[in-house]
């Protein structure tokens, strides 16, 4: 089992920046894969960012150059800079893990889920 606990979300002017964080815990390897995705009132869960446990990483092309995630595997913690926000990315955010080695950016396909922080960027 793993558990996952975001934190970092908030309202913020169109613009500027959130950092979201997330922790995982339950298991003592880190070869998963760690990832964001987003969901906005009436929309589906989308992907957003994705990193393995070498550091290689996946960006959904709305926010390439904008987002950046790193992730720390001692600590099995994942971050999600967010600069230049906004409006559209106003949704709440979830922290996911995928065990395995290959992308996949459907939600199925992601094993964990974190409980989700709301992101609102005014206008």
């Known amino acids: 089992q793993l558990q996952l606990v975001e934190s970092g979300g908030g309202l913020v002017q169109a613009g500027g920046s959130l950092r979201l964080s997330c922790a995982a815990s339950?298991?003592?390897?880190?070869?998963?894969?760690m990832g964001w995705f987003r969901q906005s009132p009436g929309a589906e869960r989308e992907f957003v960012a994705g990193?393995?446990?070498?550091?290689?990483?996946y960006y959904t092309d709305s926010v390439k150059g904008r987002f950046t995630i790193s992730r720390d595997n001692a600590r099995n913690t994942v971050a999600l800079q967010m600069n230049n926000l906004k409006p559209e990315d106003t949704a709440i955010y979830y922290c996911?893990?995928?065990?395995?080695?290959?992308?996949?950016?459907?939600?199925?396909?992601?094993?964990?889920w974190g409980q989700g922080t709301q992101v609102t960027v005014s206008s």
């Open positions: 339950g298991r003592t390897d880190s070869s998963y894969i």
């Open positions: 996911a893990v995928r065990f395995g080695s290959r992308w996949a950016i459907t939600p199925p396909m992601w094993s964990y």
């Open positions: 990193i393995k446990a070498n550091e290689d990483t």
